[in-house]
């Protein structure tokens, strides 16, 4: 067929910057009131080790309304550092359900489409969130 129809039509919008933040409070604010962030410490490994990565997420299990977090097969939490923590992002990798990325790098799509987020340094990485509305 001649002239016939072709898939490289591009449906891509640009959505402004305050948008996207706004849309990334409201979704972590949502979050939070369902229980849904687990604010932690600090998670760091010397090496990485798959090992040590099954014994924090089964220690994060054991808490109350967490108990698929290591069961889900698909898209059960984002770990999110406040820094980038290399040997600890290879212990996390090797699991499908689990993404790990910097507090920085969160946006609204990868928080809507994960069940759980866990934040590391609540400090430090609530303060780069907070200036994401402010830049």
Same mark, same amino acid.
């Given at each position: 067929?001649?002239? +016939?129809?072709?898939?490289?039509?591009?449906?891509?919008?640009?959505?402004?910057?305050?948008?996207?933040?706004?849309?990334?409070?409201?979704?972590?604010?949502?979050?939070?009131?369902? +229980?849904?962030?687990?604010?932690?410490?600090?998670?760091?490994?010397?090496?990485?080790?798959?090992?040590?990565?099954?014994?924090?997420?089964?220690?994060?299990?054991?808490?109350? +309304?967490?108990?698929?977090?290591?069961?889900?097969?698909?898209?059960?939490?984002?770990?999110?550092?406040?820094?980038?923590?290399?040997?600890?992002?290879?212990?996390?990798?090797?699991?499908?359900?689990?993404?790990?990325?910097?507090?920085?790098?969160?946006?609204?799509?990868?928080?809507?489409?994960?069940?759980?987020?866990?934040?590391?340094?609540?400090?430090?990485?609530?303060?780069?969130?907070? +200036?994401?509305?402010?830049?």
């Amino acid at each position: 067929m001649t002239h +016939g129809p072709r898939n490289d039509k591009n449906y891509d919008r640009k959505i402004n910057k305050k948008m996207k933040a706004k849309a990334l409070y409201t979704i972590l604010s949502r979050k939070y009131r369902d +229980g849904q962030i687990v604010f932690v410490d600090d998670i760091s490994f010397a090496k990485p080790k798959t090992k040590d990565a099954v014994t924090v997420l089964s220690a994060l299990s054991k808490i109350s +309304g967490y108990e698929t977090l290591i069961s889900k097969k698909n898209n059960s939490a984002i770990l999110a550092f406040s820094k980038k923590d290399v040997p600890t992002e290879k212990s996390f990798h090797n699991f499908a359900n689990i993404l790990v990325d910097e507090v920085r790098n969160l946006n609204p799509i990868d928080v809507l489409n994960y069940k759980y987020l866990i934040i590391e340094n609540p400090e430090k990485s609530l303060a780069q969130i907070s +200036g994401k509305l402010t830049k």
